[in-house]
Each structure stands twice: as structure tokens, then as C-alpha cells.
């Protein structure tokens, strides 16, 4: 199943060995360049006890340095505004400044270099190549090419010569319109906007299959490789599901899945280092089949804003099979956020394996739920409070149902629920990121 759709032959297939080689070289300068433009990380690897290149040392060594966090990045921009102490390039060398959505009220900042947007376009490139999508096709994209980084996914499809038709988040009906008239048959989007189209195309009345969709990427959020979810919009359009993962500090599409669809493969080597992680003790984890950890990233060839041991909170679970397209190293499933697990009677939960489960449901269940805690926090009392929405047609009194899903959840996952059906329909149709966790039910 040699896969002829990799956009670069050379680096994608490129005996992991030999990257790491390369690597080494690209670390060193890295380093250097750090140490001679960063005041942020002259002062952290200072205090560290690492105040020279040579104290730092190899690749190879990495692990024995300090993690960085997305706090001490806020905190540099919030002590010295507008872009931070860890900035390495002149203001006048950034061609582009994204932000955050500025959750607590002040935005994040990431600007990059015209060699720096190079390499987020070039990931891309990569990344979307090998989930199907070609030059010359006509894909509509629903991420917005505004103020934040995800609108640097626009660059990509330039390289790789695809049409583009920008729609971006919030006008549905637009995008339609726009497969049909304009004869689009890609889309790029959250997998939670995947699942709202299909609701919004039958209540318009609309054939999702008439839509014509030959492939779709999502990105964003996990979700796009969970059976249910890609089932679900496979068999509503017609089309292959493939997902995309990256990270906004340090490029789109780090991950990206193939035509092997068997998780997703390191799209940024050569521009970055990736670490698995024990998301506790912060210890390596080895690079193995079957391994679950937190990824770390370190930037190899970033000139604005490197990153230095990033801490991703992605908790992933790794895949070492040889993949037939030709494609080498490690591939990866995003099971969820270190941040969002929660932590049940001393049992370690993240939300997306609830819907893992929903898949030995998928013809009574419509695959969408939302865990309601009783208490603030990680740590939650069982039973856990998870209402779960029943299939287009079915009827909420089940308790037949409703304890099948409460058993298969205390089966796999060792958590006791307090299961809840609710009507197809009535739980919230995302039309960006979904959040599994609503603590709007907890008593005040």
C-alpha cells in the first residue's frame, strides 16, 4: 500500500535513525541560537545549572533539562509586553502575529518569521497530503483566517496547490451552499463540526451523501480517530475520515493520519524533537508499541518564539507497527488532555474513553454525551453523573439501555456512572471544539 500522496519522500520515509542524526545537528544550533538570543532561556537554563551550550550538551540528553510551561510563557508576556522575553527575533523579523482566545481575558501572542511560517505551511503540506486530500481539489475550510494560529493552515493548501474556499466557523449554511455550487468535495474542520453538519443538513432537508465529500480532515480537538465519531461521518457523506493534530506554539499539523488510518504520524520531523513523557513524574517514556504518555516538543529550526521541552498536555497512546505507505516512526492516538482527566475513587479518567465505550452502542446511542460532575475539581465521588443521547429514533426510556452503558463503562474504564438518556437532538451541536466536561449542574 505504498502510498504515492507524500509531499516530502525523502524526510516522511527517512529511516528514523538517520533522522535522529540529523536532528542532533539541527539541536546544537538550536541551542546556540537560544543561548545567544533568548533571555528567557538564558535565564532558565542559567538557574538550571546548564549556563553553556556545552553544560546543555546533546540531543541525547535532553531529558536531564527543565520542562517549559504554557504559564511561564503567559507569565513572559504578561512582565514583558507585547511578546515576551522568550521572543529570539526582532519585532521587525515577524511576518505574522497570531493570537490565543485570551481565556482569562489577555491574549497570547505567537509571532513567526517568514522561515518560521515556512515551517508551519510546510507541516501542513505534509499533513494534509497524506490524509487524500490533492492539488487542484476544491476543499472548504472551517477554521477561521483571522486573528488565531489555526488560520495558518491556509498557507499549506497554497503549497500544495489545492483550491481553497474559506468559510470558517459559524455560518454553516455558507458552507454548504459552497460544496454545492462550487463542487467542493474536501472539508476541513473540528470533528464536533463534522457531527453538527450531519444534524443541520436533515433538518434542512438535505442528502448528506448528495453533498458529494470524498475526503475530510479534522483537527482541534481528539475525536476525529474514534470509531463512533468517524463512523458516524463516513457513513453520513460517503467520505474517508482522516484526523490532524498540532499544537499552536509549536506548528499545525504535527500529527497527521494516512491511508493506513492507523493513528497519526510525526509530520514535523526535521523541525522538531518530540518527547513521551510520565504526565506525573515527568520521566521519558520509551517510544514503544503500546506506551501512553504526555508529549514534549523542542523546537529544531524555529527562529521567533522556540520553544525549549514544551509540555503539550496531550496524553497519547503509541503505535510502533511498520506502516505500509512507507511512512516511519512512531504513530500516535490523542485519548484526551492531562488537563481534563478527572480522577474517580483514585481511578484515572479521561473523558474521551467514555465515548471509546459509546461505540458498542452506535446504533441506540448518537454518540454525543456529556459528563456533569457533582463537584468542582479532578477528584470526583462515584457515581459519576454522564448523560448520554440516544439515536436519531429511539426512546430515552430504557433503562435496559442506560444500565448496559453504566456496566460497559464500570467494565473497561472501572468507573461507576450514573448513566442518563436524553432525547436525540437535545444535548448541543458544537459547531468548533465540544466540551465533554459541564460542571454547570454542580450544586452552588
Excluded at 36 to 52: I, V
Excluded at 225 to 236: E, Y
Excluded at 324 to 344: E, H
Amino acid at each position: 500500500m505504498r502510498d504515492h500522496q507524500i509531499y516530502d519522500p525523502e524526510v516522511e520515509t527517512r529511516p528514523v535513525s538517520e533522522q535522529f542524526a540529523l536532528d542532533r545537528e539541527s539541536y546544537r544550533r538550536q541551542v546556540a541560537y537560544l543561548m545567544a538570543n533568548s533571555e528567557f532561556y538564558q535565564r532558565k537554563f542559567s538557574e538550571a545549572g546548564f549556563d553553556t551550550p556545552e553544560k546543555i550538551g546533546e540531543l541525547d540528553d535532553i531529558a536531564a533539562l527543565p520542562f517549559t510551561e504554557k504559564d511561564e510563557i503567559r507569565a513572559s508576556q504578561a512582565n514583558f509586553p507585547p511578546f515576551g522575553n522568550h521572543v529570539a527575533a526582532e519585532p521587525d523579523e515577524l511576518v505574522r502575529i497570531f493570537s490565543t482566545s485570551g481565556t482569562t481575558g489577555v491574549p497570547c501572542y505567537l509571532g513567526l518569521t517568514k522561515n518560521d511560517l515556512e515551517m508551519y505551511a510546510t507541516n501542513v503540506a505534509r499533513g494534509y497530503s497524506a490524509a487524500g486530500f490533492k492539488r487542484g481539489q476544491r476543499l472548504v475550510v472551517g477554521f477561521n483566517a483571522g486573528p488565531f494560529v489555526a488560520g495558518a493552515v491556509y498557507y499549506g493548501f497554497d503549497k500544495m496547490g489545492c483550491s481553497v474556499i474559506p468559510v470558517g466557523t459559524g455560518n454553516t449554511e455558507r458552507m454548504v451552499t459552497a460544496i454545492q455550487r462550487l463542487g467542493a468535495t474536501g472539508v476541513s474542520c473540528t470533528p464536533s463540526y463534522g457531527l453538527y453538519l450531519i444534524d443541520w443538513c436533515r433538518e434542512q432537508g438535505i442528502d448528506t451523501r448528495s453533498l458529494g465529500l470524498q475526503n475530510m480532515i479534522t483537527a482541534g480537538e481528539p475525536g476525529g480517530g474514534d470509531p463512533l465519531v468517524r463512523k458516524a461521518i463516513s457513513d453520513a457523506f460517503g467520505c474517508t475520515v482522516r484526523e490532524s493534530m498540532g499544537i499552536g506554539d509549536i506548528s499545525l499539523s504535527v500529527w497527521a493520519e494516512d491511508a493506513a488510518e492507523n493513528g497519526m504520524n510525526f509530520m514535523a520531523r526535521g523541525f522538531a524533537h518530540v518527547e513521551l513523557i510520565d504526565p506525573i513524574s515527568g520521566a521519558p517514556i520509551p517510544w514503544e508499541n503500546g506506551a501512553q504518555g504526555e508529549l514534549v516538543y523542542t523546537a529544531l529550526q524555529r527562529e521567533a518564539m522556540p520553544l525549549f521541552r514544551f509540555r503539550s498536555r496531550d496524553h497519547v497512546v503509541v503505535t510502533m507497527e511498520d506502516n505500509a505507505t512507507g511512512r516511519t516512526g512512531a504513530r500516535i492516538r490523542c485519548i484526551g488532555r492531562t488537563d481534563d482527566m478527572l480522577i474517580v475513587r483514585g481511578v484515572n479518567l479521561f473523558p474521551t474513553a467514555v465515548r471509546s465505550v459509546m461505540e458498542s452502542f452506535q446504533n441506540e446511542v448518537s454518540g454525543i454525551f456529556s459528563i456533569r460532575p457533582n463537584e468542582v475539581g479532578v477528584l470526583q465521588t462515584p457515581p459519576l453523573p454522564v448523560v448520554v443521547e440516544v439515536a436519531h429514533g429511539m426512546s430515552t426510556d430504557n433503562q435496559v439501555l442506560a444500565k448496559r452503558i453504566k456496566d460497559e463503562i464500570k467494565a473497561r474504564l472501572l468507573v461507576t456512572t450514573d448513566v442518563r438518556l436524553v432525547p436525540h437532538g437535545s444535548l448541543p451541536r458544537e459547531t468548533y471544539k465540544t466540551k465533554l466536561v459541564d460542571y454547570s449542574e454542580v450544586a452552588a
